[in-house]
């Protein structure tokens, strides 16, 4: 063979050599039995561990990074997508630009994100921290250990919190938002649309009928507003009727659109309304204003410390004053009008008899249809 034979034959070997070595084929690292790195950049580390994709990275154990950008790292672990990442044993990353950090973590839609033991994000943009944790909404967030966020911008802090409707929020251990826009904070229940929950043990869940309370708010320690449109405010404080407001410590408000308003008030009467330490108003309309006063009947009126108005129509005012018959009046402190449309004005005066009328310190009308006009005057059944 000549010389210029042999120079030909030397240049197509080193030819085929070099076609044998492109940059994608140099740039590739595997190590492991069964390890597989395909892609420029692409790196594989352990046994069965796959890398297919431009700077892919696979480490451990059967660990699997297909697309570009993708890492895997730790045994078993999953990056299914570009730029997608698990770190972890059974890490899985399975959404575009995901990431999944712990053991069992996944992150399974468009740029989630899920760190912790078990943790898991599913829904595009979701993000799940702590193990256990697990955001299931669109822009959901789950933040602590087994916290739920399964409404889309739902957003779940602490220890086993849990956000259930759209754009609620739950904040703080065992806090429970259920429910479109609900907000939950503290060891809080807030079950139903737009409902509000604020304090340790705050509820508008009613376990009578297992049902939510729309626009409720249950705000302080035990509060609860259970039906819908109601407001409760204060420790102890219930809310039982539709639109009521109870609002003092221990007040109560069971009947639609009842107020009561000051310590231990209660409005028991549909739109009733009591003002005042211990206020009750109990009838329907009734009104009660002053502490420890009372208005027991339908449309009746207390005014005052300690006055009394316990048949329908009854109207006292004036400390201690008392209306006990229907549609009498007592004004005055420590008046009394006992019998039906009795009227009784001025401090301790005392209208007995039916219809009687008793005006002055200390009048008295005792008989029916009297009346008794001046201080300490008396009337009986057959004088005027």
Excluded: C, H, K, W
């Amino acid at each position: 063979m000549s010389t210029s034979m042999r120079m030909l034959s030397a240049a197509l070997v080193g030819a085929a050599a070099l076609a044998a070595f492109t940059p994608e084929a140099i740039a590739q690292y595997m190590a492991g039995s069964g390890a597989t790195a395909t892609g420029i950049n692409a790196t594989s580390v352990g046994d069965g561990a796959t890398a297919n994709g431009a700077s892919a990275t696979a480490i451990g154990g059967l660990s699997l990074a297909t697309g570009t950008g993708a890492t895997a790292v730790g045994s078993s672990s999953q990056a299914t997508m570009n730029d997608a990442s698990a770190f972890g044993n059974g890490a899985t990353a399975t959404g575009v630009s995901g990431t999944a950090a712990g053991f069992g973590a996944r992150a399974t839609a468009l740029q989630t994100t899920a760190v912790g033991t078990s943790a898991s994000a599913l829904m595009d943009n979701a993000s799940a921290f702590g193990a256990g944790a697990f955001a299931d909404g669109t822009r959901s967030l789950a933040a602590g250990i087994s916290s739920f966020a399964g409404g889309a911008s739902s957003i779940a802090l602490g220890d086993s919190a849990a956000s259930s409707g759209a754009n609620s929020v739950a904040a703080g251990m065992n806090a429970q938002a259920q429910g479109a826009s609900s907000i939950a904070v503290g060891t809080a229940r807030a079950v139903g649309t737009s409902a509000t929950a604020i304090g340790q043990g705050a509820n508008t869940f009613n376990f009578g009928t297992f049902m939510g309370a729309d626009n409720a708010t249950a705000v302080g320690r035990n509060a609860n507003a259970i039906m819908v449109d109601a407001s409760a405010f204060g420790a102890g404080a219930a809310a039982r009727g539709v639109r009521s407001l109870a609002a003092g410590v221990s007040s109560a408000a069971n009947g639609p659109s009842s107020m009561a308003i000051g310590d231990s008030a209660v409005g028991l009467g549909a739109s009733s309304f009591a003002a005042g330490t211990g206020a009750q108003a109990l009838g329907a309309g009734s009104i009660s204003i002053g502490s420890g006063s009372m208005a027991a009947a339908d449309t009746a009126s207390a005014f005052g410390f300690g006055a009394r108005a316990d048949a329908i129509g009854a109207f006292a005012a004036g400390s201690n004053a008392m209306a006990a018959g229907g549609s009498s009046t007592a004004v005055g402190a420590n008046t009394t009008a006992t019998a039906s449309g009795a009227s009784a004005f001025g401090v301790g005066a005392d209208a007995i008899g039916a219809n009687s009328l008793a005006a002055g310190f200390g009048a008295q009308a005792a008989g029916s249809s009297s009346t008794s006009v001046g201080d300490l005057s008396t009337a009986t059944a057959s004088e005027a």
